[in-house]
């Protein structure tokens, strides 16, 4: 099956195949034709140019170009699909009545100390069978590709008890094989300490160690792990232990650090090679310091940010320190309810001060990265996957995260 897009007003993230993340001053780049085409071939970027020199290259290899069905993007652009290297898509009800106490001015750690938050999220969950989380979840799914992502990582943590992380992660499963976008799962048992573990702090980490983690290896369900590391939450020295013991399972870290405090998560994540550390909106001088010079990527939630009205991550001065940077929604009921990868871009560049190519590459080729899929997902290379958005006629790249409330999308490809 051949398709060839012509008349694309702007393709853009054009890259060398071989290249997998960006860094510092390379941010502000990428590579772009004006006036071209593209062609795919068995779902992988076959071709690419300007449309001047495709007639010429039809008469020099005419059997190529046989039989091939043609789209016109009508001056739309065609970019790398969105990559969302964070998300908690799969959740079983809204927390609506947390946003108003949010209004009324408690904070994060109140709530979920009185029994609000990651517990109330487990307790809903509980209730539902698998079947009934597996239809509101890809009804999630469904919107997300909607607003032009293609890649996106899913979290288990809602849970916090052997059978429901199980039932979370066969979610997951299910939803890798019925939906066209392609779908990274992480096991994140230690997302808090389960509510019949209250006051049992080690043994629920026990728990996670001797129990969840064989279980989730079994069946194959993860692939990748990761601990909730700050303040109130999980401790550095727990992180390690959790993350060592699923190193064995081949399940490599994805951290979640640095969000409320400070709290030792750049460290352990740059310890243990985490493929990235999440949230980042306390981290110190010393924190971004430590990433430089890793492989560990630093993934940045500005969604979170505000919708908690709370401070955002210092993107402008990671990229500056010469750090390369990724985005993604961190889209779940209680601190970010939306997965619109387009909207973070916007948050990006106003919020942060990122230009906007500096936050298209880190939605694209960083977040891929950031999910282990950068070498087939997030460019524009000969090769790559096509997992592709087409848009509407837009002046310029910068015209995107510019009108950050109208849909662009006219047309996916996976």
Known sequence: ????????????????????????????????????????????????????????????????????????????????????????????????????????????????????????????????????????????????????????????????????????LRVIRRMKDASPLTIRATFLGAHAVGRAFTGRREAYVRLVIEEMLPAVAAEKLADFVDVFCDKGFFT????????????????????????????????????????????????????????????TMPTLLPGTSFFLNMPYARGRDMIDKGLGIALATDCNPGSTPSADMRFVVSLACIKMRLLPVEAFNAATINAAYAMGLSHDYGSIAIGKRACLQMTVPIPSLDYSPYAYTRNLVKKMYY
């Open 236 to 295: 550095p020295e727990e992180t390690a232990a959790i993350l060592k013991a699923a190193e064995k399972y081949g399940m490599r870290p994805k951290i979640h650090g640095c969000e409320l405090a400070s709290s030792g998560g750049v460290k352990v994540a740059v310890a243990h090679h985490a493929l990235s550390v999440d949230h980042l909106e306390s981290a110190d001088e010393e924190d971004l310091e430590m990433l430089k010079g890793t492989d």
């Open 1 to 168: 099956m051949r398709t060839l897009i012509t008349h694309i007003g702007w393709l853009a993230g054009i890259q060398p195949r071989e290249r997998l993340r960006l860094e510092g001053k390379d941010m502000a780049s990428t590579g772009c034709m004006k006036d071209a085409f593209l062609l795919i071939e068995n779902g992988r970027i076959a071709d690419f140019g300007l449309m001047e020199s495709l007639t010429e290259r039809m008469k020099n290899d005419r059997q190529r170009w046989e039989k091939v069905q043609v789209e016109d993007a009508e001056g739309g652009c065609v970019l790398p699909a969105w990559c969302d290297p964070h998300t908690h898509l799969v959740y079983a009800g809204s927390r609506e009545g947390e946003f108003v106490d949010k209004i009324r001015g408690l904070s994060y750690l109140e709530i979920a100390k009185r029994g609000g938050g990651i517990l109330h999220s487990a307790d809903r969950l509980h209730e539902m069978t698998e079947d009934q989380l597996y239809e509101v979840s890809m009804r999630r799914l469904e919107a997300v590709a909607a607003t032009g992502t293609g890649c996106v990582e899913i979290k288990s943590g809602y849970g916090l008890n052997t059978e429901d992380e199980l039932k979370m």
